[in-house]
């Protein structure tokens, strides 16, 4: 059984035709192409397919298409504007946050939650931020202390 | 004058790729009327096939075909034998190919319109199967009478190495004192993030390509074209990004399938891409595993900390099929012996097929083993001679002049004195008036880690005995600290001639405005692409930002070699570093566009004799760590509050990158010697989800990670450097495990020390 679904995908209005059963991974990847969503494991145990929906950070794949009916989602595509990277993607860039870069678009969604609910996030709040975000490359290090600069960045821009 | 462009931490020339979502991994790939595959897989351990009967599934709404074993050419492939079919099946060009001998085989390919057709189709595949007897014990598979699982090899000895050096019972003789262990070392799952994925089509010259995520373009092109009996010239083989690898990614896992689909369907006229995705439960079961292993071991010491004497018995878990065993088994028969010269020796090592799931490369490639096994008998003997670890190593680890257990010295520029000092210097190790290194007699202070116990830090004694035994009655912590040593090979060993090509072309008028770099070695994350443009730009005389690079295809380029055995800034550096030279020449010599092509060949090596002397490796990298841990005696839960890690490196080409290796290979050791709890029943993988097999979240981290860069000139290596990216892993287990005595005065010699095993440790008195 299909449903039509009224969403808005990083600032852009869709109406689609959705299999019921599909995920709000699949329609992501498939229907709109945007592949900078990750598919890990489809089943919410890496975090890599991690968007906003109503500004909330969610594993995409346990959402259903359905559920997304009237919902806004940002994807790691949403985040920069007009070429203007957001700051925990200069941030991540400048730190050496990404390796294989699989799990960073999960993880940049997940941390943009995180900022814009505490600017000011002390490191133990970044961990607990992250903690549904599976990495294999870096240890992790990086990718805290690229959120930390993102934090001081983003507050030296709107104090 | 330029900046040099070596030594910095330029940012990586793929990140802005990869943090934008632009980055395209193989799953992400999508082209014009795109077929999708899926793969029926064993499910059974061993099994023969029978029957197979695939009339239904190839009548299923949206099935363009169904492949089987009848459908391969040269039903065959493996890295170093070739042993496993491409598919099993009853009907097949290949003897012995009726038979899974792990539950990863694959037996059938349906390819449909969509993903969902393809998997509904298999589920309508009927296999016949007899159960065959189940092999999973290697010590049981060595026994004469115990079912043979290939027809090549006796007693399922897949492969074996010897050493003798001196004469062990002389050397035993001398010691003064004696430590014997048995250390038994868990398998372990690469858990990249990136699934297996590919897409295959015929691309404009003809040639079958396949974009796909490997380690190694040029090989996986021989393996497919071994498969189709096709000539190298027909397949092209393509890297996009790369979702992560860790040696995971070597053996064949998608490759040959996906050429196969894309090249039987055009030979039936439909000439369209085929994709195909696993699952992750496909790749946790499809992908080899680091070999689970046992080591027996003996070593004997003078009183003066002098080693004498050591002898090893290894029995490693090859699984199902060789992959690359033999060599994973070389480097642990080299480093179950550790860092050190030992005048007399005795190492026999063998690799056993099993119906496990193949054992396979995996950072550090069988030296994480061997050295949990030596590192751990250096800690005993340290105790049994009342002699610091620090002490105890430096008094025997491998120099210039020292000879390995091969008979031969190590080639020159060890740094290993100059890592076992940063290392526990860092720690807060110091020399007395005699020059003897002493631990730090109070602890770390961990303001970072959890302060549950209420134990007063700035509390000095000088006894550390007195001092944990003072915090055992205040709480149920109590801590200690671990320190280890290692070493590990640098490129490809035992006479094989190591080579990398690379070509650089320059363009511009009076000065070079753009210099491309074409070069196939995979950057798995780990950095290398931009590393090559750093040394091209370094070369060249030219701003970094002016290199373009062209990477990872076979249709463009010579071949590199494989993203393995910390070799690619090595051999592939060297490579560019020539070919830039040739190319500058020739631009100045008026050249436009001028361009040069650069194969550097390796230092030679030499097999191993029948007493395992030779010169296996022409270079090597060097590593030491010291690690606090909080053990709670209640609980059995291990902190790791603070590791260091010291590694030679030769030259940090881009030392941001290097960092970025030392912190992901200790959280990655520290997930294999805490929590990674692999486990399997009868053949069958239990832990095939992210949520049964559990790595290492932001959570489980050191509180306090530390890397020190130390930088020993590699004589040979590109501006000095030599490979890194293994060496932080390979002692970390060893390291925990010794904080772990320290702290409870319970040996492990198995692990992961998990909870349960820590707390049964400390609880259950041993037999």
Same mark, same amino acid.
């Given at each position: 059984?299909?449903?039509?679904?009224?969403?808005?995908? =990083?600032?852009?209005?869709?109406?689609?035709?959705?299999?019921?059963?599909?995920?709000?991974?699949?329609?992501?990847?498939?229907?709109?192409?945007?592949?900078?969503?990750? =598919?890990?494991?489809?089943?919410?145990?890496?975090?890599?397919?991690?968007?906003?929906?109503?500004?909330?950070?969610?594993?995409?794949?346990?959402?259903?298409?359905?559920?997304?009916?009237?919902?806004?989602?940002?994807?790691?595509?949403?985040?920069?504007?007009?070429?203007?990277?957001?700051?925990?993607?200069?941030?991540?860039?400048?730190?050496?946050?990404?390796?294989?870069?699989?799990?960073?678009?999960?993880?940049?969604? =997940?941390?943009?939650?995180?900022?814009?609910?505490?600017?000011?996030?002390?490191?133990?709040?970044?961990?607990?931020?992250?903690?549904?975000?599976?990495?294999?490359?870096?240890?992790?290090?990086?990718?805290?202390?690229?959120?930390?600069?993102?934090?001081?960045?983003?507050?030296?821009?709107?104090? | 004058?330029?900046?040099?462009?070596?030594?910095?931490?330029?940012?990586?020339?793929?990140?802005?790729?990869?943090?934008?979502?632009?980055?395209?991994?193989?799953?992400?790939i999508g082209r014009p009327g795109m077929l999708h595959m899926?793969?029926?897989?064993?499910?059974?351990?061993?099994?023969?096939?029978?029957?197979?009967?695939?009339?239904?599934?190839?009548?299923?709404?949206?099935?363009v075909a169904?492949l089987?074993?009848?459908d391969?050419?040269?039903?065959?492939?493996?890295?170093?034998?070739?042993?496993?079919?491409?598919?099993?099946?009853?009907?097949?060009?290949? /003897?012995?190919?009726?038979?899974? !001998?792990?539950?990863?085989?694959?037996? /059938?390919?349906?390819i449909a319109e969509?993903?969902?057709?393809?998997?509904?189709?298999?589920?309508?595949?009927?296999?016949?199967?007899?159960?065959?007897?189940?092999?999973?014990?290697?010590?049981?598979?060595?026994?004469?009478?115990?079912?043979?699982?290939?027809?090549?090899?006796?007693?399922?000895?897949?492969?074996?190495?010897?050493?003798?050096?001196?004469?062990?019972?002389?050397?035993?003789?001398?010691?003064?004192?004696?430590?014997?262990?048995?250390?038994?070392? %868990?398998?372990?799952?690469?858990?990249?993030?990136?699934?297996?994925?590919g897409v295959a089509y015929i691309d404009e010259a003809g040639r079958i390509t396949v974009e796909?995520?490997?380690?190694?373009?040029?090989?996986?092109?021989?393996?497919?074209?071994?498969?189709l009996?096709l000539?190298?010239?027909q397949v092209r083989?393509?890297?996009?990004?790369?979702?992560?690898?860790?040696?995971?990614?070597?053996?064949?896992?998608?490759?040959?399938?996906l050429a196969l689909a894309a090249w039987r369907l055009a030979q039936r006229g439909v000439r369209r891409p085929v994709k195909t995705?696993?699952?992750?439960?496909?790749?946790?079961?499809?992908?080899?595993? +680091?070999?689970?292993?046992?080591?027996?071991?003996?070593?004997?010491?003078?009183?003066?900390?002098?080693?004498?004497?050591?002898?090893?018995?290894?029995?490693?878990?090859?699984?199902?099929?060789?992959?690359?065993?033999?060599?994973?088994?070389?480097?642990?028969?080299?480093?179950?012996?550790?860092?050190?010269?030992?005048?007399?020796?005795?190492?026999?090592?063998?690799?056993?097929?099993?119906?496990?799931?193949?054992?396979?490369?995996?950072?550090?490639?069988?030296?994480?083993?061997? @050295?949990?096994?030596?590192?751990?008998?250096?800690?005993?003997?340290?105790?049994?001679?009342?002699?610091?670890?620090?002490?105890?190593?430096?008094?025997?680890?491998?120099?210039?002049?020292?000879?390995?257990?091969?008979?031969?010295?190590? %080639?020159?520029?060890?740094?290993?004195?100059?890592?076992?000092?940063?290392?526990?210097?860092?720690?807060?190790?110091?020399?007395?008036?005699?020059? @003897?290194?002493?631990?730090?007699?109070?602890?770390?202070?961990?303001?970072?880690?959890?302060?549950?116990?209420?134990?007063?830090?700035?509390?000095?004694?000088?006894? @550390?005995?007195?001092?944990?035994?003072?915090?055992?009655?205040?709480?149920?912590?109590?801590?200690?600290?671990?320190?280890?040593?290692?070493?590990?090979?640098?490129?490809?060993?035992?006479?094989?001639?190591?080579?990398?090509?690379?070509?650089?072309?320059? +363009?511009?008028?009076?000065?070079?405005?753009?210099?491309?770099?074409?070069?196939?070695?995979?950057?798995?994350?780990?950095?290398?692409?931009?590393?090559?443009?750093?040394?091209?730009?370094?070369?060249?005389?030219?701003?970094?930002? !002016?290199?373009?690079?062209?990477?990872?295809?076979?249709?463009?380029?010579?071949?590199?070699?494989?993203?393995?055995?910390? !070799?690619?800034?090595?051999?592939?550096?060297?490579?560019?570093?020539?070919?830039?030279?040739?190319?500058?020449?020739?631009?100045?010599?008026?050249?436009?566009?001028?361009?040069?092509?650069?194969?550097?060949?390796?230092?030679?090596?030499?097999?191993?004799?029948?007493?395992?002397?030779?010169?296996?490796?022409?270079?090597?990298?060097?590593?030491?760590?010291?690690?606090?841990?909080?053990?709670?005696?209640?609980?059995?839960?291990?902190?790791?509050?603070?590791?260091?890690?010291?590694?030679?490196?030769?030259? /940090?080409?881009?030392?941001?990158?290097?960092?970025?290796?030392?912190?992901?290979?200790?959280?990655?050791?520290?997930?294999?010697?805490?929590?990674?709890?692999? !486990?399997?029943?009868?053949?069958?993988?239990?832990?095939?989800?992210?949520?049964?097999?559990?790595?290492?979240?932001?959570?489980?981290?050191?509180?306090?990670?530390?890397?020190?860069?130390?930088?020993?000139?590699? %004589?040979?290596?590109?501006?000095?450097?030599?490979?890194?990216?293994?060496?932080?892993?390979?002692?970390?287990?060893?390291?925990?495990?010794?904080?772990?005595?320290?702290?409870? +005065?319970? +040996?492990?010699?198995?692990?992961?020390?998990?909870?349960?095993?820590?707390?049964?440790?400390?609880?259950?008195?041993?037999?």
């Amino acid at each position: 059984m299909n449903h039509t679904i009224h969403f808005t995908v =990083n600032g852009e209005p869709f109406t689609l035709s959705v299999a019921s059963h599909h995920t709000l991974l699949q329609v992501l990847r498939e229907q709109l192409v945007l592949t900078g969503v990750k =598919n890990g494991c489809e089943a919410g145990e890496c975090g890599a397919c991690t968007v906003l929906m109503n500004g909330e950070p969610v594993n995409s794949c346990l959402v259903l298409a359905p559920e997304a009916d009237g919902a806004t989602i940002v994807t790691v595509e949403g985040l920069a504007h007009d070429s203007q990277l957001d700051p925990l993607q200069e941030a991540f860039v400048a730190a050496g946050a990404t390796q294989c870069g699989f799990c960073t678009p999960g993880i940049l969604i =997940n941390s943009r939650a995180l900022l814009d609910r505490n600017p000011d996030p002390t490191d133990a709040e970044i961990r607990a931020a992250l903690v549904g975000n599976l990495c294999r490359c870096t240890g992790y290090i990086r990718i805290i202390d690229a959120v930390k600069a993102a934090a001081h960045a983003q507050r030296e821009v709107q104090p | 004058m330029n900046q040099s462009s070596i030594g910095r931490s330029l940012p990586r020339n793929d990140a802005p790729a990869k943090v934008t979502g632009r980055a395209l991994y193989p799953g992400d790939i999508g082209r014009p009327g795109m077929l999708h595959m899926a793969t029926l897989f064993a499910g059974r351990p061993h099994a023969r096939i029978v029957g197979l009967d695939t009339a239904a599934a190839g009548a299923a709404a949206g099935v363009v075909a169904v492949l089987t074993a009848a459908d391969v050419p040269v039903n065959e492939y493996g890295l170093q034998i070739k042993d496993q079919p491409v598919l099993v099946g009853p009907v097949s060009g290949k /003897a012995g190919a009726d038979v899974v !001998r792990f539950v990863g085989d694959q037996v /059938a390919l349906v390819i449909a319109e969509t993903e969902a057709q393809a998997r509904a189709a298999l589920r309508l595949i009927r296999v016949e199967w007899e159960d065959l007897p189940l092999v999973l014990a290697p010590e049981q598979a060595m026994q004469p009478g115990a079912t043979q699982l290939h027809p090549h090899c006796a007693d399922n000895i897949a492969y074996s190495y010897r050493i003798r050096k001196g004469d062990l019972n002389a050397g035993f003789g001398a010691a003064d004192v004696v430590v014997e262990g048995v250390y038994r070392t %868990p398998v372990q799952e690469h858990a990249y993030l990136q699934p297996e994925a590919g897409v295959a089509y015929i691309d404009e010259a003809g040639r079958i390509t396949v974009e796909v995520a490997g380690q190694w373009t040029h090989a996986d092109r021989k393996a497919i074209a071994h498969a189709l009996d096709l000539p190298v010239e027909q397949v092209r083989v393509i890297y996009p990004a790369i979702g992560g690898a860790f040696g995971g990614r070597e053996d064949m896992s998608v490759q040959i399938t996906l050429a196969l689909a894309a090249w039987r369907l055009a030979q039936r006229g439909v000439r369209r891409p085929v994709k195909t995705v696993w699952s992750r439960e496909e790749s946790i079961i499809g992908h080899g595993k +680091r070999h689970a292993m046992t080591i027996h071991t003996r070593w004997g010491a003078r009183r003066d900390g002098r080693l004498t004497a050591a002898e090893v018995r290894v029995v490693a878990d090859g699984g199902a099929y060789m992959y690359t065993s033999d060599k994973v088994l070389g480097n642990t028969t080299l480093t179950c012996t550790g860092p050190y010269e030992i005048p007399h020796v005795a190492v026999d090592a063998c690799a056993v097929y099993t119906n496990n799931v193949p054992g396979a490369a995996f950072r550090g490639f069988g030296g994480p083993q061997g @050295h949990f096994a030596a590192e751990s008998q250096m800690d005993r003997l340290a105790e049994a001679l009342g002699m610091d670890p620090v002490e105890l190593r430096l008094r025997n680890v491998l120099t210039d002049e020292k000879l390995l257990t091969t008979g031969t010295p190590i %080639p020159g520029g060890v740094g290993l004195t100059e890592t076992i000092i940063a290392a526990a210097t860092a720690a807060g190790w110091t020399q007395d008036v005699a020059g @003897h290194w002493q631990r730090p007699q109070t602890e770390w202070n961990a303001d970072d880690a959890d302060q549950t116990d209420g134990y007063d830090q700035t509390d000095n004694h000088n006894n @550390h005995d007195h001092q944990r035994h003072q915090r055992s009655i205040a709480s149920s912590i109590r801590r200690g600290i671990g320190f280890a040593a290692g070493f590990k090979n640098v490129g490809f060993s035992f006479g094989y001639q190591e080579n990398s090509y690379a070509r650089v072309e320059l +363009r511009g008028e009076s000065e070079i405005e753009e210099a491309t770099v074409y070069i196939a070695g995979a950057d798995v994350g780990q950095g290398h692409h931009t590393v090559m443009a750093q040394a091209a730009a370094e070369a060249l005389g030219i701003p970094f930002e !002016r290199v373009r690079m062209v990477t990872s295809d076979t249709a463009r380029m010579g071949d590199a070699g494989s993203a393995s055995a910390s !070799r690619l800034t090595y051999m592939a550096g060297n490579a560019v570093r020539g070919a830039a030279e040739a190319a500058l020449a020739r631009w100045r010599n008026e050249d436009r566009p001028a361009t040069a092509e650069h194969v550097f060949l390796a230092p030679k090596t030499t097999r191993l004799d029948h007493d395992g002397q030779g010169l296996p490796n022409f270079a090597y990298g060097y590593v030491a760590q010291a690690c606090q841990v909080a053990v709670d005696m209640d609980t059995g839960e291990v902190h790791v509050e603070r590791f260091i890690s010291a590694d030679d490196v030769g030259k /940090a080409l881009n030392p941001q990158q290097v960092t970025g290796q030392i912190e992901g290979a200790v959280v990655q050791a520290l997930g294999y010697a805490l929590m990674e709890d692999w !486990r399997t029943r009868d053949g069958q993988v239990l832990t095939n989800r992210l949520s049964t097999y559990l790595i290492p979240t932001v959570l489980d981290i050191p509180a306090r990670l530390d890397p020190v860069i130390v930088e020993v000139p590699d %004589p040979n290596g590109p501006w000095g450097a030599r490979g890194m990216a293994e060496m932080p892993y390979l002692p970390a287990a060893a390291a925990v495990c010794a904080a772990v005595y320290d702290a409870t +005065r319970v +040996r492990f010699t198995e692990f992961p020390l998990t909870s349960e095993r820590v707390w049964r440790g400390l609880h259950e008195p041993t037999g």
